[in-house]
């Protein structure tokens, strides 16, 4: 936990911006606009790349809250993405976070349909716009494989045996058996409640 | 009722009703506007879900927007993007500050102890799956792995490289954007 407080601080020193200022709220509404704007994919997709943002990039947050709140929006009805989006910015910076967030996220694909929407034909078959789809759609690719390789080193450097399993298990079990996510995040959060009580998993 | 204010309410049930995520949203849309106020037409609603996927944003936002410009143009759009936030709005802060009183309950810390690492599996499922689409242009384990596209994978190995050489995430889509013109415009 010490390690995590540190780490943070580090990346407030060293990009400056802090969380509550109007500069703040400047860079987190253009960054979460932006990234928005250019991903294709639902929750599990824009989760990563908010990440890399947010905790990588700026320290307004760390992983443990955003692994929290990614497992609450995924098991709320609702948006995954808008649903995270509602925590992150409140964990930020309040209920102005929450705002600004909420309204990031939801305006590019708000402004892009409603053109869309009058293009349609001229959209869904042009060969050029399907490249650029093409395009970001790997450039989202690599930044997904990077957070997950990252937090799965994180999950073994712990070294603790039960987490482990549990992401093994989970792991095979939405990618062998497709078992839908919900169902695996109920049962982990039961094995959780019974078994990872002990401070030494917080 | 007015139209919006019945889109309004419709889509409020939607974000109420749906769990699992933006694909779980669209059988619940359908059932609203297709089947039980005809408001579009079933092709219509296909065409919805093709856009909603391949279009950057939520897919339950995006087919929430596309159907509410259908039926009262940009007002219907917002409208209904509106009553589709509105019960995460209320649920999320609401959790959020159940959070902030009893987080620190043991039985409350567990749970979440058993849900970081699922979590991150979760993450990793998707990262599996986006490498299917970007290199073999399928949405499950490709069955023939010699049968690539190579333009995905000289876009993913670039963006790798960019991701390791700290290079903002931004800049990283913008970048892969062109990048996917480009080679389209090459090859």
């Known amino acids: 936990?010490?390690?995590?407080?540190?780490?943070?601080?580090?990346?407030?020193?060293?990009?400056?911006?802090?969380?509550?200022?109007?500069?703040?709220?400047?860079?987190?509404?253009?960054?979460?606009?932006?990234?928005?704007?250019?991903?294709?994919?639902?929750?599990?997709?824009?989760?990563?790349?908010?990440?890399?943002?947010?905790?990588?990039?700026y320290g307004w947050i760390n992983d443990k809250d955003t692994l929290d709140i990614t497992a609450i929006a995924q098991s709320l009805p609702g948006v995954m993405a808008v649903n995270a989006s509602i925590m992150l910015g409140y964990k930020m910076a309040g209920f102005m976070g929450t705002l600004v967030t909420i309204l990031a996220t939801v305006l590019p694909p708000l402004i892009t349909i409603t053109?869309?929407?009058?293009?349609?034909?001229?959209?869904?078959?042009?060969?050029?716009?399907?490249?650029?789809?093409?395009?970001?759609?790997?450039?989202?690719?690599?930044?997904?494989?990077?957070?997950?390789?990252?937090?799965?080193?994180?999950l073994f450097k712990k070294k603790l045996l039960l987490p482990i399993l549990i992401a093994a298990g989970t792991f095979i079990a939405s990618l062998c058996f497709n078992v839908n996510p919900m169902y695996c995040v109920l049962v982990d959060a039961i094995i959780g409640l019974m078994l990872l009580r002990d401070p030494k998993y917080n | 009722m007015n139209i919006l204010l019945l889109l309004y309410w419709e889509f409020c049930k939607i974000g109420l009703f749906c769990v699992g995520g933006g694909y779980a949203s669209l059988p619940w849309i359908q059932a609203a506007v297709v089947d039980n106020y005809h408001w579009i037409t079933m092709t219509e609603f296909i065409d919805i879900f093709t856009i909603?996927?391949?279009?950057?944003?939520?897919?339950?936002?995006?087919?929430?927007?596309?159907?509410?410009?259908?039926?009262?143009?940009?007002?219907?759009?917002?409208?209904?993007?509106?009553?589709?936030?509105?019960?995460?709005?209320?649920?999320?802060?609401?959790?959020?500050?159940?959070?902030?009183?009893?987080?620190?309950?043991?039985?409350?810390?567990?749970?979440?102890?058993?849900?970081?690492?699922?979590?991150?599996?979760?993450?990793?499922?998707?990262?599996?799956?986006?490498?299917?689409?970007?290199?073999?242009?399928?949405?499950?384990?490709?069955?023939?792995?010699?049968?690539?596209?190579?333009?995905?994978?000289?876009?993913?190995?670039?963006?790798?490289i960019a991701v390791k050489k700290k290079v903002s995430v931004i800049t990283l889509l913008f970048g892969s954007g062109v990048a996917g013109l480009v080679l389209g415009l090459l090859m």
């Not at chain 1, 400056?16 to 987190?28: A, K, S």
């Not at chain 1, 034909?121 to 970001?136: P, S």
């Not at chain 2, 802060?93 to 567990?110: C, D, F, R, V």
Request: hydrophobic share 50%; net charge positive; glycine share 8%.
């Open chain 1, 1 to 57: 936990m010490n390690n995590e407080t540190q780490q943070l601080d580090d990346a407030v020193n060293k990009l400056n911006i802090v969380p509550g200022t109007r500069h703040f709220f400047w860079v987190l509404f253009k960054s979460t606009f932006l990234i928005s704007a250019f991903t294709v994919g639902g929750g599990m997709v824009i989760i990563p790349l908010l990440k890399k943002k947010y905790v990588d990039e």
């Open chain 1, 115 to 154: 053109i869309i929407a009058f293009f349609y034909d001229l959209f869904a078959h042009n060969y050029y716009v399907q490249m650029i789809l093409k395009g970001m759609q790997c450039g989202a690719t690599a930044v997904i494989i990077d957070v997950g390789l990252n937090l799965v080193y994180k």
């Open chain 2, 52 to 160: 909603s996927q391949m279009t950057p944003g939520p897919i339950g936002i995006n087919a929430a927007t596309f159907v509410g410009t259908k039926i009262a143009g940009t007002p219907g759009a917002i409208v209904a993007t509106l009553g589709f936030v509105t019960p995460s709005l209320i649920l999320c802060l609401l959790i959020t500050y159940l959070m902030k009183k009893y987080g620190e309950l043991s039985a409350i810390k567990g749970t979440l102890n058993g849900l970081r690492p699922a979590v991150v599996a979760l993450i990793c499922t998707a990262g599996l799956s986006f490498i299917w689409l970007s290199v073999w242009n399928t949405e499950s384990v490709p069955t023939n792995f010699a049968d690539f596209d190579i333009k995905g994978i000289i876009i993913l190995l670039i963006a790798m």
